[in-house]
């Protein structure tokens, strides 16, 4: 079964850093991009930053210096490194794959990705 799970969320203080994590299972994850996005309660999904199988990194204005992402060597997973974290940042945090041919002019859009994990809760509060 063709699957992402994240996981790592936590509650944690304004200027704290966190690492989220997204397993893949039943596809050959390095051959494909990772895209992370994240939802706040009444706004629409946004991206926030991708990882493409060749190392490529693509990110937002919001996410750049402070978010970065990695993908495991050992294991089917890939992370999402969070530095400086604001209250701004709160939300659900999902990663995603498109199993289909991708170009980077379209990575933010929500709707270009085929499989979604069911996401992680983030909350940055005082």
């Known amino acids: 079964q063709v699957q992402l799970v994240e996981s790592g969320g936590a509650l944690v203080q304004p200027g704290d850093s966190l690492r989220l994590a997204c397993t893949a299972a039943g596809f050959r994850w390095d051959w494909y991009n990772i895209a992370w996005f994240r939802q706040a309660p009444g706004k629409d999904r946004e991206a926030v930053i991708c990882l493409s199988n060749n190392k490529n990194t693509y990110f937002t204005d919001d996410a750049k210096g402070r978010f970065t992402v990695a993908r495991g060597n050992a294991t089917t997973t890939d992370y999402l490194y969070m530095n400086s974290l604001k209250p701004e940042d709160t939300g659900v945090y999902y990663c995603?794959?498109?199993?289909?041919?991708?170009?980077?002019?379209?990575?933010?859009?929500?709707?270009?990705?085929?499989?979604w994990g069911h996401g992680t809760q983030v909350t940055v509060s005082s």
């Open positions: 995603a794959t498109r199993l289909r041919p991708w170009y980077p002019t379209d990575w933010e859009l929500p709707t270009y990705y085929d499989i």
